[in-house]
């Protein structure tokens, strides 16, 4: 049986940089490392932490651009599998499509992508603006339309956010504030090593029939109660920490003045919002109950908020 191959599209990012070490420290895939400029710093540095793999040729970088069609196909023709990313702009939800066309054409078997939900599909019509998730499942849903199998991983909010001020702030008497704006002191929210899950979440779905992954979306977040990231905090700062969410004025306040700040503002606002409103026995923006979670079949567990602090060195 010949080695299959996976090409690994945004392999320089976090996600993708997570993608390629755990498919090559856990299968036998050749992987084809996807990126914008082989030559970039940043590709250097994922050749050099793989080099005894690229000397293996168990590990190719290759040269494609998401707005280039053509360029896609060539990186991804003779793969059997592709995961596939996008990072939030204007053009997003095009280069998905670019994608998903370069994916069909090239007759690759699998797409595994990282994705994220229609919050205005879930939410009733009632959150509509939440821009990045709206481009995200708009991508999801062409893929489904033009793929035979679509696999969709879906992350929960990011670890490594936390330092953001619409998170956490160290206020001059050395206490700690903890921000999200949300209703309520213990809502259950979804948290993602975006470095780590993924990459491990893929290489599980590598391992499993194609049968069992085609067509499914799996949850890759750790659940934790707001109480409980507080005494977390308290424990990791060694200070007092408090949960007081942000006024909406005080996040007009934050993003004055940033690239699309205007719609940052809202899109956080109504995400902050819809999170606060999902069931708390449900897991993945509401989308499961937790007893059925479909990533227990993978056997694979999302990071912790220990794991992730004690991997990171991050403290407030």
Known sequence: MSTRTIAVVGS?????????AAVLSSSSYIVRAVTRDPSSDKAKALVAAHQAHVDAGRLVVVQANLDDVESLKKAVEGAQVVFGMTTPSLNEVQQGKNLVDAVKASGVEQLIWSGLPSVAKLSGGKFTRIFSYEGKAAIEAYAREQLEHVTVLMPGGFYNNMAFPWYTQRKPDG???????????DPAVGWTDPS???GAFTAAILDKPQTLTSGKTYPVMHLVKTDELVRKLEQLSGAKVAWEPLSKDELHDMMAGKPFGEMLEVAMSEMFQFVDSTPEDHTCYGMFSRAEDPSLELGVQATTFDEWAARSGWKP
């Open 196 to 198: 780590v899950d993924i």
């Open 175 to 185: 206490t700690v504030r903890f921000s999200l704006m949300s209703k309520h002191a």
């Open 12 to 20: 320089t990012g976090e996600q993708g940089a997570g993608v390629v």
